[in-house]
């Protein structure tokens, strides 16, 4: 019971991995339009 109580510390689940995951692919659309839009253009 201990060792998976701390798996799920540690290893999100799926859910909140794919949350995670979208998370970050939505900041870096927006960091990159940011960069755009201020006139600096991502190489």
């Known amino acids: 019971?201990?060792?998976?109580g701390n798996k799920q510390k540690?290893?999100?689940h799926g859910g909140e991995a794919?949350?995670?995951g979208f998370g970050?692919?939505?900041?870096?659309?927006?960091f990159r339009t940011l960069l755009i839009v201020s006139g600096v253009?991502?190489?």
């Open 1 to 4: 019971m201990e060792v998976q």
């Open 18 to 20: 794919v949350f995670i």
């Open 10 to 12: 540690t290893a999100p």
């Open 41 to 43: 253009r991502p190489r």
């Open 24 to 30: 970050n692919y939505l900041a870096n659309i927006c």
